[in-house]
């Protein structure tokens, strides 16, 4: 028994440690990594060290729940400590200099969100508790307050709760006003209301177009209206005048840059924070502040992932750093970021109640100014920091990119297209090789016309050759010599000659041949079409991933082919539809050769001939398998049809029935494992 009991164990801690590596995995702390343009993270240095932190003192108190942080033109910080009903003004070490909202200056502050600061001292507080702003002049004396605007325009179901606000040089106020989603308030210095700017649209959504086009009433009513979001905070430029906003509850575009006409001159429709999915729990991004340096520098705060992420001018992203964590370094809960005239970066966290200062290594330093010069388009600047950002992670994409446009201004085309290759940029490897392209048919246009000339020929004659065997083959009785390639041709040249002879005698021989055949050519596609037309990457390529999306479609619709003619007074057996069906993959394989040798010499100016051909590929394809179900059923053009649908809806009914069975496998694997954590965890 002792020794059954000491076996047990043995095997549930083995179980256990199956599992252990994953959850150690997901405890270690986040490192420093950049967003590549398709998504995926890419190891880089970190780029941020933390160089002090800031928490109040004994003789104030210190934060609870703080909201809001600002930088003076003095590198004064300024912390809205929302909980405490106060604003704390400290220098740059964290010794408190002033506070707004104690008994003494009797300004009953409730809840403040919100604080800006102007260059000569001027305080503004979103007094949240109190519905009001609140103007403080360098000393901390009521200078003004501002209340409800009174407007026709003010739609009445979202009082007036400012909750952060920036001015710009003119006077006027931008102001988030709860959950307003009419977008920012403008409000003059007379507490005029000047309209909203910069609202948000709601992105067409054909889920919901359905449900409230079809529901009844009663159903739309409990859908509940459906809003645009709302800005969550506001950071102004003032060098250039943009207005920066962070955007709750949206899966694109959290980031945005309004020009003072209200246009959003960031770029759309992409993804500025990130997904996360474990154990079948989406947790989706929040991004609740965002700050802008000198050098133009985008730095945005995701509170649910706990992770600070910086972006250039044209919205790439840069560098990621941080995560959950009690250590300095990490977060709880941060909502706000600005930086100093020193290049510090404040974070400040309201879970924990401080603001963390992170000073840039010379890594990250190298890449604010790589993308500075490189934002601007002064390319051959920003070669020698984008070259020692390489030296330092040769990953880097960014840097890639940045040394390619140089060497493309300096004309040294090749050099360039494998600069851009390194930084996944298909669209300047595209114009560096039409560049390149030109340079090589000055030089060398004669031996490049002879060797275009003898392709075309050598193309024509192998046609003329192969239209000429399939005419002899036609005129031979079937089942003489060499049957599987005297098929193989007329499936091109006589397909219905083709698939009467593979009906009379099918063979499980050309099946394998063919089926290789194309796989063959799609590897052959995934590595030797050209960087600007590949979409998926060699060093990315999964081969079990690319081997089932053709081998799967293809065994799903021969069975379902046979099925759907089997009880529809077809004639042809199983053997005979599978034998078919392989050699009507034939013109599959020409195309994808011909489609990835044209990838070598189009650009991406060309693209509509790359896609022709592909096209042309797959509707050779088409009319190839309609072609062999009519013939082989002795079917009519409008059955065939029907068939030929028929099959395609079978087969992404097998295919949907086998997703479930794999998801119920899943499921019961990981019940299993449950179960044998459990054991494990409660017997021993």
Same mark, same amino acid.
């Given at each position: 028994?002792?020794?059954?009991?000491?076996?047990?164990?043995?095997?549930?801690?083995?179980?256990?440690?199956?599992?252990?590596?994953?959850?150690?995995?997901?405890?270690?702390?986040?490192?420093?990594?950049?967003?590549?343009?398709?998504?995926?993270?890419?190891?880089?240095?970190?780029?941020?060290?933390?160089?002090?932190?800031?928490?109040?003192?004994?003789?104030?108190?210190?934060?609870?729940? =703080?909201?809001?942080? !600002?930088?003076?033109?003095?590198?004064?910080? *300024?912390? /809205? %400590? $929302?909980? +405490? @009903? #106060?604003? &704390?003004?400290?220098?740059?070490?964290?010794?408190?200099?002033?506070?707004?909202?104690?008994?003494?200056?009797?300004?009953?502050?409730?809840? =403040?969100?919100?604080? !800006?600061?102007?260059?000569?001292?001027?305080? *503004?507080? /979103? %007094? $949240?508790? +109190? @519905? #009001?702003? &609140?103007?403080?002049?360098?000393?901390?004396?009521?200078?003004?307050?501002?209340?409800?605007?009174?407007?026709?325009?003010?739609?009445?179901?979202?009082?007036?709760?400012?909750?952060?606000?920036?001015?710009?040089?003119?006077?006027?106020?931008?102001?988030? @006003?709860?959950?307003?989603?009419?977008?920012?308030?403008?409000?003059?210095?007379?507490?005029?209301?000047?309209?909203?700017?910069?609202?948000?649209?709601?992105?067409?959504?054909?889920?919901?177009?359905?449900?409230?086009?079809?529901?009844?009433?009663?159903?739309?009513?409990?859908?509940?209206?459906?809003?645009?979001?709302?800005?969550?905070?506001?950071?102004?430029?003032?060098?250039?005048?943009?207005?920066?906003?962070?955007?709750?509850?949206?899966?694109?575009?959290?980031?945005?840059?309004?020009?003072?006409?209200?246009?959003?001159?960031?770029?759309?429709?992409?993804?500025?924070?990130?997904?996360?999915?474990?154990?079948?729990?989406?947790?989706?991004?929040?991004?609740?502040?965002?700050?802008?340096?000198?050098?133009?520098?985008?730095?945005?705060?995701?509170?649910?992932?706990?992770?600070?992420?910086?972006?250039?001018?044209?919205?790439?992203?840069?560098?990621?750093?941080?995560?959950?964590?009690?250590?300095?370094?990490?977060?709880?809960?941060?909502?706000?970021?600005?930086?100093?005239?020193?290049?510090?970066?404040?974070?400040?966290?309201?879970?924990?109640?401080?603001?963390?200062?992170?000073?840039?290594?010379?890594?990250?330093?190298?890449?604010?100014?790589?993308?500075?010069?490189?934002?601007?388009?002064?390319?051959?600047?920003?070669?020698?920091?984008?070259?020692?950002?390489?030296?330092?992670?040769?990953?880097?994409?960014?840097?890639?990119?940045?040394?390619?446009?140089?060497?493309?201004?300096?004309?040294?085309?090749?050099?360039?297209?494998?600069?851009?290759?390194?930084?996944?940029?298909?669209?300047?490897?595209?114009?560096?090789?039409?560049?390149?392209?030109?340079?090589?048919?000055?030089?060398?246009?004669?031996?490049?016309?002879?060797?275009?000339?003898?392709?075309?020929?050598?193309?024509?004659?192998?046609?003329?050759?192969?239209?000429?065997?399939?005419?002899?083959?036609?005129?031979?009785?079937?089942?003489?010599?060499?049957?599987?390639?005297?098929?193989?041709?007329?499936?091109?040249?006589?397909?219905?000659?083709?698939?009467?002879?593979?009906?009379?005698?099918?063979?499980?021989?050309?099946?394998?041949?063919?089926?290789?055949?194309?796989?063959?050519?799609?590897?052959?596609?995934?590595?030797?079409?050209?960087?600007?037309?590949?979409?998926?990457?060699?060093?990315?390529?999964?081969?079990?991933?690319?081997?089932?999306?053709?081998?799967?479609?293809?065994?799903?619709?021969?069975?379902?082919?046979?099925?759907?003619?089997?009880?529809?007074?077809?004639?042809?057996?199983?053997?005979?539809?599978?034998?078919?069906?392989?050699?009507?993959?034939?013109?599959?394989?020409?195309?994808?050769?011909?489609?990835?040798?044209?990838?070598?010499?189009?650009?991406?100016?060309?693209?509509?001939?790359?896609?022709?051909?592909?096209?042309?590929?797959?509707?050779?394809?088409?009319?190839?398998?309609?072609?062999?179900?009519?013939?082989?059923?002795?079917?009519?053009?409008?059955?065939?049809?029907?068939?030929?649908?028929?099959?395609?809806?079978?087969?992404?009914?097998?295919?949907?029935?086998?997703?479930?069975?794999?998801?119920?496998?899943?499921?019961?694997?990981?019940?299993?494992?449950?179960?044998?954590?459990?054991?494990?965890?409660?017997?021993?």
């Amino acid at each position: 028994m002792r020794r059954l009991r000491l076996g047990l164990a043995l095997a549930l801690m083995a179980v256990a440690s199956l599992f252990a590596g994953s959850v150690a995995a997901y405890a270690v702390p986040a490192t420093g990594y950049a967003i590549a343009p398709e998504g995926y993270h890419i190891a880089v240095p970190l780029g941020y060290s933390v160089e002090r932190v800031l928490t109040g003192d004994s003789e104030h108190g210190m934060f609870k729940n =703080p909201e809001d942080l !600002f930088i003076d033109a003095h590198d004064q910080v *300024y912390v /809205a %400590d $929302t909980a +405490n @009903n #106060r604003v &704390v003004k400290m220098d740059r070490y964290g010794k408190i200099l002033q506070v707004f909202g104690t008994k003494d200056d009797k300004l009953n502050l409730m809840e =403040p969100r919100g604080v !800006f600061v102007e260059d000569d001292g001027d305080v *503004y507080i /979103a %007094d $949240t508790g +109190n @519905n #009001r702003i &609140v103007h403080l002049g360098p000393d901390g004396a009521l200078v003004e307050q501002f209340g409800a605007p009174e407007s026709d325009l003010i739609d009445k179901d979202f009082p007036f709760m400012p909750t952060k606000l920036v001015l710009d040089r003119n006077g006027y106020m931008y102001v988030t @006003n709860g959950s307003d989603y009419h977008g920012l308030m403008v409000i003059d210095g007379h507490n005029e209301f000047q309209g909203y700017i910069a609202p948000n649209k709601l992105k067409f959504n054909v889920k919901d177009y359905i449900l409230r086009k079809y529901a009844t009433k009663a159903q739309r009513e409990a859908l509940g209206k459906v809003v645009p979001p709302n800005h969550r905070n506001v950071t102004i430029d003032q060098k250039n005048g943009f207005l920066y906003t962070a955007i709750e509850n949206t899966r694109l575009d959290e980031i945005k840059r309004f020009n003072l006409l209200g246009i959003n001159t960031y770029p759309v429709d992409k993804q500025y924070g990130e997904f996360n999915v474990r154990r079948g729990v989406t947790t989706s991004p929040n991004v609740v502040d965002v700050a802008i340096d000198k050098d133009g520098i985008v730095t945005a705060v995701d509170s649910n992932h706990r992770k600070i992420y910086q972006f250039d001018q044209e919205g790439n992203n840069l560098l990621v750093f941080g995560g959950n964590g009690d250590q300095t370094g990490f977060f709880q809960e941060p909502v706000s970021v600005a930086n100093d005239s020193e290049g510090l970066l404040y974070v400040l966290d309201r879970a924990r109640g401080e603001v963390q200062a992170f000073r840039a290594n010379h890594f990250a330093t190298l890449v604010h100014k790589g993308s500075q010069l490189f934002s601007d388009g002064r390319y051959e600047e920003a070669l020698e920091p984008w070259r020692q950002v390489v030296s330092i992670d040769s990953n880097y994409i960014l840097a890639h990119r940045g040394i390619g446009k140089a060497l493309y201004k300096q004309g040294e085309w090749k050099a360039a297209m494998a600069e851009f290759r390194l930084g996944e940029d298909m669209g300047n490897y595209s114009n560096a090789f039409r560049e390149y392209r030109h340079q090589l048919l000055r030089r060398d246009f004669g031996w490049i016309a002879l060797l275009v000339a003898a392709v075309v020929v050598g193309l024509y004659y192998a046609i003329v050759v192969l239209n000429g065997y399939a005419r002899k083959v036609l005129a031979a009785p079937a089942g003489s010599r060499h049957p599987s390639l005297q098929n193989g041709v007329l499936a091109v040249f006589a397909p219905r000659e083709a698939y009467y002879r593979i009906q009379s005698a099918p063979r499980y021989g050309p099946v394998v041949a063919l089926v290789l055949g194309m796989l063959a050519a799609r590897f052959i596609q995934i590595y030797y079409t050209s960087f600007h037309f590949n979409l998926t990457r060699p060093e990315f390529a999964d081969f079990f991933f690319e081997v089932s999306q053709l081998i799967v479609p293809f065994f799903l619709f021969a069975v379902s082919a046979w099925l759907i003619t089997s009880i529809m007074d077809g004639e042809s057996k199983f053997k005979q539809v599978l034998a078919a069906c392989a050699y009507a993959m034939i013109p599959y394989i020409v195309g994808t050769l011909i489609q990835t040798a044209l990838s070598n010499v189009l650009t991406r100016d060309e693209l509509a001939i790359y896609d022709m051909i592909g096209t042309l590929t797959f509707a050779w394809v088409a009319v190839s398998v309609f072609v062999l179900l009519m013939t082989m059923n002795d079917y009519s053009v409008a059955k065939t049809i029907w068939v030929i649908v028929l099959s395609v809806l079978t087969a992404v009914a097998l295919l949907l029935v086998g997703i479930l069975f794999y998801v119920l496998v899943q499921h019961v694997i990981d019940f299993f494992k449950e179960l044998f954590l459990e054991l494990y965890i409660r017997g021993f």
